[in-house]
C-alpha cells in the first residue's frame, strides 16, 4: 500500500507502520491492551478511502458505544476535514468527496450486515465481537469493480478462529502483525503497565498480545447461540431485575442487569463496562441510566468499597429511583457453584443462565477466568481460589446471582436478612427510609 501525504503526518511504531502499509487481503493488528491497535485500524482506513475512491467500506466494533466511542472517534480524529463531503449520522454514514463511503455498524448482531456489497471493512476489538462477525462481513467483499480487502484490530481472548486463521494455520492471504502494550508505552498513563497487575497467561495475552489457551478454566461456558449466548423472547416479564456491580479504576468498573424469569432463569440483559471511570462523574450516571432503563430494583455491590455502596444508595435517592445499594454476599466457593449451577443444562433442556450476545466483556471474561492450574486427577482442591484476573465482569454475576439466588432469595427476603443481622449490630446501616444499605 503506498503511503500518501496524511499518513506521513502520524507518528506509529514499526509494528503500526507494517500493518498500515500491508497490502495482504486480510490482515490482523494484535497487541496488548494500551498497543495503539485502534489508531492504527483508523490510520489504515483512511489511507484505503483516500486511494480507493468510489469504494464502499465499513467500520464495526462489538457493540455500538464501543464503536462511537473509540473506533469512530479515532477515525473521524484522523480524518482529513477536507476530504468530507457530509455525514449521515441518523444513518450511520459517512460520504467523502472521492466518492467513497464509509458506513458504522455495531456487531454485536452480525446478521443484520448481511446483503451489502463492500470493496473493505475494519473490524475493531475483533475477538471481543466473535470470530463469527469476521465471518460474515468477509463474506461480504465483493463490490464490483473494486479491489477487496479487510483487517482487524484487537486484543487476542482465547485461541479462537482468530488465532487459527493467522497464526496456528495461517490462511493465503492473512497477514498477522503484533505489539505489546510496551511498545506503545509513551502514550500511555505513568505506570499504567504496573498498575494492571497482570502476571502469568493472563499477562501474554492482555499485556504482551499473545493467543494463549487457559487451562483450568472456572467455568464451562458455551458462547454460541445453541449454548449460553441468548436474548430473551420479546415480553418476557421478570419477577425482579437485579444489578451487579464490581468497584475499579485502573481495573474496569463492572455494572451487570439481569432478569429473572418466573421459571428461576437468570438472564443477563446488559453490561457497562470501563476502565479508569471515576466514581461521580462515570460510574454512578451509568449505573443510574441502567437502572432506569431496567428497572434494577437492587444492586448487589462489592464489598470492598464500602463508601461506594454508599454514594451509589444516596444517588438512587435522590434520583427518586425505587431501587436499593446493598453489600454483596462475596463467598467465592460458594458463589461459583451457585453460577456454575444456573449455567448447566436443565431437564428440558435450557440453561438457567443466558448472556445477551452483546454483552461482549462478560463472555470473553467467560473464556479466560481460570485456575493457575487444571485439576489434578479430575479433582480440585476445594480451598484453591480462581486466579484475581479477568474476573470484573465475573464477579459482578457472582455478587448479583449468588447473593439474589444462592439460596433461593428474593430482594425482600434479603433485606429481611440484612435487617436482622443490623439488629444484631452485624455492622449495616438502616438508612432514613428504611431501606438497609451496605456499609
Known sequence: MRTNE???????HPAQWAFVESDARFSLYIGGVGAGKTFAGAAKSIVRVIEHPGALGLIGAPTYPMLRDAAQRTFFELLPRPLIAAYHKSEERLDLCNGSEVLFRSLDQP??????????????????????????????????????????????????????????KPRPGHALFRASTYDNARNLPPGFIAELGYTGA?????????????????????ASPQGHLRSPGEGTQWTQVIGGVDWGYANPAVGLVFGIDDDG????????????????????????????????????????????????????????????????????????????RLLAPRGDGTRGLYVAPECVNTIAEYGAYHYASAPSNGT??????????????????????????????????????????????????????????GS
Not at 202 to 222: H, K, N, P, T, W
Not at 274 to 288: G, K, M, N, S
Not at 394 to 405: E, F, G, S
Open 380 to 437: 480440585r482442591d476445594a480451598s484453591e481460589q480462581p486466579l484475581k484476573q479477568n474476573d470484573h465482569a465475573l464477579d459482578a454475576t457472582r455478587y448479583a446471582l449468588h447473593t439474589a439466588l444462592g439460596q433461593a432469595r428474593s430482594v425482600e427476603t434479603y433485606l429481611e436478612e440484612m435487617g436482622r443481622r443490623a439488629s444484631r449490630g452485624a455492622g449495616l446501616r438502616g438508612g432514613a427510609d428504611g431501606h438497609v444499605n
Open 111 to 168: 446478521d443484520r450486515v448481511r446483503g451489502l456489497n463492500l470493496a473493505w471493512f475494519w473490524l475493531d476489538e475483533a475477538p471481543l465481537a466473535g470470530y463469527y462477525a469476521w465471518q460474515v462481513l468477509k463474506a461480504r467483499l465483493r463490490q464490483t469493480g473494486q479491489p477487496t480487502a479487510a483487517w482487524a484490530t484487537g486484543t487476542p481472548h482465547g485461541r479462537d478462529g482468530y488465532a487459527r486463521d493467522f497464526e496456528i
Open 265 to 340: 432463569r437468570a438472564w443477563q440483559l446488559a453490561e457497562w463496562y470501563q476502565r479508569r471511570a471515576a466514581l461521580e462523574t462515570v460510574i454512578l450516571p451509568a449505573l443510574l441510566d441502567l437502572t432506569r432503563r431496567y428497572g434494577v430494583s437492587a444492586w448487589y455491590c462489592g464489598p470492598d468499597e464500602p463508601e461506594h455502596i454508599a454514594a451509589l444508595a444516596a444517588a438512587l435517592a435522590r434520583e427518586r429511583l425505587p431501587a436499593r445499594a446493598l453489600k454483596a454476599d462475596n463467598s467465592v466457593r460458594a458463589g461459583i457453584q451457585t453460577v456454575t
Open 6 to 12: 496524511s499518513a506521513r503526518k502520524w507518528t506509529l
Open 202 to 222: 493472563f499477562a501474554q495475552q492482555e499485556i504482551l498480545g499473545l493467543f494463549v489457551a487457559f487451562e483450568g478454566l472456572v467455568y464451562s461456558f458455551d
